[in-house]
């Protein structure tokens, strides 16, 4: 069950039994029903807005914000929308994917959603009530998707080339954990499964293996671009060839839930809820906010 049709649950069971008071106590009496906000509870996702520099934090309870400059990430719009696949693709433009929040009448499988308020609203773009992307990348109209279909339950690779209208399925390689997208090509991207990391140059048509090293993976934008690798373990990688050769910068001190690069920093999510931030490239982590 899901963290906002449990809290729906809670909410009516507790107002039917009047609270623990008798059925003679005064209803002016009785103290209303307390719900209590599980806050972020497993992060799937991490995307810095452009327009004001906030960290959005999406989880399995909600979609999360930490403006500028704030450790303490709060709710969006009291909705407990399970957010699985988030990216950030504009100033206040984002996408993603999931499970409805319980009080919205909405199939359990959202397919590709759009936010153009940074996550006060969203709507369905395609594949709603078809699919759950776990994965979930963009690049200009390119978009990667990785999740499963409703009916079959079978996890695949889509591509749209549209900004989501119209979708194309590829042969994953594996099961994936995590794709990064090169910033200066949309057809080239990077993949991690549970068995090795991958590399394609036509948009996933056809996949090279390239190591054997699993991780969470991000691409940075940066003038001096690269990709960077996140261990299971924690270690932070960078790669400045495509993901050929990797050479060791960092530790982010455990292992990850979700890794992404925005506004010139890298950042990572562990297990806990913890988010920590690194601006020279992975070297050094501090804290950027607290669940």
Same mark, same amino acid.
């Given at each position: 069950?899901?963290?906002?049709?449990?809290? #729906?649950?809670? %909410? #009516?069971?507790?107002?039917?039994?009047?609270?623990?008071?008798?059925?003679?106590?005064? +209803?002016?009496?009785?103290?209303?029903? #307390?719900?209590?906000?599980?806050? *972020?509870?497993?992060?799937? $996702?991490?995307?810095?807005? *452009?327009?004001?520099?906030?960290?959005?934090? /999406?989880?399995? %309870?909600?979609?999360?914000?930490?403006?500028?400059?704030?450790?303490?990430?709060?709710?969006?719009?009291?909705?407990?929308?399970?957010?699985?696949?988030?990216?950030?693709?504009?100033?206040?433009?984002?996408?993603?994917?999931?499970?409805?929040?319980?009080?919205?009448?909405?199939?359990?499988?959202?397919?590709?959603?759009?936010?153009?308020? +940074?996550?006060?609203?969203?709507? *369905? #773009?395609?594949?709603?009530?078809?699919?759950?992307?776990?994965?979930?990348?963009?690049?200009?109209?390119?978009?990667?998707?990785?999740?499963?279909?409703?009916?079959?339950?079978?996890?695949?690779?889509?591509?749209?080339?549209? /900004?989501?209208?119209? !979708?194309?399925?590829?042969?994953?390689?594996?099961?994936?954990?995590?794709?990064?997208?090169?910033?200066?090509?949309?057809?080239?991207?990077? /993949?991690?499964?549970?068995?090795?990391?991958?590399?394609?140059?036509? /948009?996933?048509?056809?996949?090279?293996?390239?190591?054997?090293?699993?991780?969470?993976?991000? !691409?940075?934008?940066? +003038?001096?671009?690269?990709?960077?690798?996140?261990?299971?373990?924690?270690?932070?990688?960078?790669?400045?060839?495509? $993901?050929?050769?990797?050479?060791?910068?960092?530790?982010?001190?455990? *292992?990850?839930?979700?890794?992404?690069?925005?506004?010139?920093?890298?950042?990572? +999510?562990?297990?806990?809820? %913890?988010?920590?931030?690194?601006?020279?490239?992975?070297?050094? !982590?501090?804290?950027?906010?607290?669940?």
């Amino acid at each position: 069950m899901k963290w906002g049709r449990l809290l #729906v649950v809670l %909410t #009516v069971a507790v107002a039917a039994s009047g609270c623990g008071g008798s059925d003679d106590e005064p +209803a002016k009496t009785r103290k209303p029903p #307390v719900v209590v906000d599980p806050g *972020p509870v497993h992060v799937h $996702g991490l995307g810095i807005n *452009p327009s004001d520099g906030a960290l959005f934090v /999406a989880t399995h %309870t909600g979609l999360f914000r930490a403006p500028e400059g704030d450790p303490q990430a709060r709710r969006v719009k009291d909705r407990f929308q399970d957010t699985m696949g988030f990216t950030v693709v504009g100033p206040d433009r984002f996408l993603g994917s999931g499970h409805p929040d319980g009080r919205e009448d909405l199939p359990p499988f959202l397919g590709l959603i759009r936010s153009t308020d +940074a996550g006060e609203t969203w709507q *369905p #773009v395609s594949l709603l009530g078809t699919r759950d992307f776990h994965v979930l990348e963009a690049a200009g109209r390119r978009i990667y998707g990785f999740g499963s279909d409703f009916e079959t339950r079978r996890e695949g690779l889509l591509v749209s080339d549209d /900004a989501g209208g119209i !979708w194309s399925e590829r042969t994953a390689p594996e099961p994936l954990l995590s794709l990064a997208i090169d910033p200066d090509d949309p057809d080239r991207a990077l /993949a991690s499964g549970e068995q090795g990391l991958y590399s394609t140059r036509d /948009a996933g048509r056809r996949w090279r293996s390239l190591s054997k090293q699993v991780g969470l993976l991000t !691409w940075s934008q940066s +003038a001096t671009a690269a990709a960077y690798l996140v261990t299971l373990d924690g270690r932070v990688q960078r790669s400045t060839d495509g $993901g050929l050769t990797w050479d060791q910068v960092g530790d982010v001190g455990g *292992p990850p839930s979700a890794f992404d690069t925005g506004g010139g920093a890298l950042y990572v +999510a562990l297990h806990d809820g %913890t988010i920590k931030s690194s601006s020279d490239g992975g070297r050094r !982590w501090r804290l950027r906010s607290r669940p």
